[in-house]
């Protein structure tokens, strides 16, 4: 199973980026996935996450009203439209899916016990 993130770079504040991250070795469809980034020197945290129909989706207070997460269960992948970016969203991004099958996502929630976690993007933002 391998979860890939593409799409990070660098870009000025204000501006924005598209995350995506494409699964293989099995269908997540069933699953949540999300996203989550670690700042240098930071622990990870949790971003945002979307349930299996993307009928319900969770964000940090942080990004919320400037990403939006979905999903294509066709192509296997979640994505991450970041607008509005600031210097301190610059982290690496990283992708994640697991738990339940069918699982519920919660706004405000963060915690669903992601069991795969992909390799991460870089995403600077300069000031």
């Known amino acids: 199973v391998q979860l890939q993130a593409f799409g990070g770079g660098l870009v000025q504040a204000g501006g924005s980026l598209r995350l995506s991250c494409a699964a293989s070795g099995r269908t997540f469809s069933a699953y949540v996935m999300g996203w989550f980034r670690q700042a240098p020197g930071k622990e990870r945290e949790f971003v945002s996450a979307i349930n299996w129909s993307s009928s319900t989706t969770s964000y940090a207070e942080s990004v919320k009203g400037r990403f939006t997460i979905s999903r294509d269960n066709a192509k296997n992948s979640v994505y991450l439209q970041m607008n509005s970016l600031k210097p301190e969203d610059t982290a690496v991004y990283y992708c994640?899916?697991?738990?339940?099958?069918?699982?519920?996502?919660?706004?405000?929630?963060?915690?669903?016990?992601?069991?795969?976690w992909g390799k991460g993007t870089l995403v600077t933002v300069s000031s």
């Open positions: 994640a899916t697991g738990g339940k099958p069918f699982g519920t996502v919660v706004p405000g929630v963060a915690n669903y016990g992601m069991d795969y």
